[in-house]
C-alpha cells in the first residue's frame, strides 16, 4: 500500500509542514509506503496520481500569489475533490478554499469555492488555545491546538433544495473558532478538510491524523481501516492541554454569554 501526498506551494503556504511529517510518519509505522510531491507556481498539478493534497498556511501576500497562479487548475481541485480526493488545509490554506477573502483594506482575493465560506479579514487576532469536538470522528476526544488569525470565517447556509457543499469542521468547546461568534471550526466538504487549528494540527491529535489518512486511503484502497498504534504518548498530550487550558466553568459561561 501506498500513500501520496501533494504538497501545493511549499514555498508560500510553507507553514504547519509538521502535520505532513505526523501523516507520514504514521503511514509508515504501519507499513504504508510514503511518497511526497511539491507543486510550486507554474508547475502541473498531478492530482490523478495524488492520493491527498496538502495546502498549509502562510501570509496574506502569499495568499494573493497563489490566488493569482491557480486560477487555471480550480476546475480539475474541484473535480478532484467531488471524486473523493482527500485534501488538509490549515489557517491561510482554508480560507484559500472559500469563495474569498476580502482583506482589511477592502480587496478581494479570489477563493477555489470548495467551501461554501467567506472570511473577512480584521486588524485584531483570533488567537490562544483551543479545543474542538469534530463530529467525523469516532471519539469522545477534542481536538486541541492553537489558532492565530486575523480572519472572520463564515460558512453559508444553503437554500432549501441546493446542495449543501460544506458544513463546518466542528464545535468549539473553548476557543474563538472560524469567527469568535457562533463556535464553529473549520470546514468539511467530502473528503475535504479545512481548519485554524495549529501547533501543528495533528501532532497532539492522532485520532484526526487517522481520519484523514483513512480518508485518502480508502479512494484507491476501498474502505480502508488502520491498525492501532500505541498512541499513549500522542494521548497523554491531547488531554494534558485540553485541561491545562480549558477556562474555569463560570468564565465559560460568561464567554458563551458575551457571544
Known amino acids: 500500500m501506498q500513500l501520496r501526498i501533494l504538497h501545493l506551494y511549499p514555498d508560500l503556504l510553507n507553514q504547519e509542514k509538521g502535520s505532513i511529517l505526523v501523516l507520514a510518519q504514521r503511514a509508515r509505522w504501519r507499513g504504508i509506503d510514503v511518497k511526497l510531491n511539491e507543486a510550486r507556481r507554474s508547475d502541473p498539478w498531478p492530482l490523478k496520481n495524488c492520493d491527498l493534497a496538502f495546502l498549509g498556511s502562510g501570509t496574506i501576500e502569499a495568499q494573493s500569489v497563489v490566488a493569482q497562479d491557480w486560477p487555471d487548475k480550480i476546475t480539475a481541485l474541484k473535480e478532484a475533490v467531488d471524486s473523493g480526493l482527500a485534501l488538509l488545509a490549515i489557517a491561510a490554506g482554508f ?50 491546538g492553537y489558532e492565530n488569525h486575523h480572519g472572520r470565517t463564515r460558512v453559508i447556509s444553503i437554500a432549501a433544495g441546493q446542495e449543501k457543499v460544506a458544513s463546518p469542521l466542528g464545535r468549539v468547546i ?28 495533528l501532532a497532539r491529535n492522532p485520532h484526526l491524523a487517522d481520519f484523514i489518512l483513512e480518508q485518502a486511503l480508502s479512494r484507491r484502497y476501498d474502505q480502508v481501516r488502520l491498525a492501532p498504534l500505541d498512541d499513549r504518548l500522542e494521548n497523554q498530550a491531547n488531554q494534558e492541554f485540553f485541561h491545562r487550558y480549558r477556562p474555569h466553568p463560570l468564565k465559560q459561561i460568561l464567554l458563551s454569554r458575551r457571544h
Not at 479579514?121 to 476526544?141: D, H, K, N, W, Y
Not at 473558532?177 to 467530502?190: L, W
Open 95 to 144: 480560507q484559500l478554499l472559500g469563495t474569498g477573502i476580502s482583506t482589511v483594506t477592502k480587496e478581494m482575493i479570489p477563493g477555489a469555492g470548495i467551501f461554501n465560506m467567506v472570511t473577512e479579514m480584521r486588524s485584531r487576532r483570533l488567537e490562544g488555545p483551543i479545543a474542538v469536538r469534530m463530529p467525523c470522528l469516532q471519539s469522545e476526544q477534542p481536538v486541541v
Open 174 to 201: 473553548y476557543g474563538q473558532g472560524n469567527n469568535g461568534q457562533d463556535q464553529t471550526e473549520g470546514a468539511r466538504y467530502k473528503n475535504a478538510v479545512g481548519t485554524y487549528i495549529q501547533g501543528p494540527t
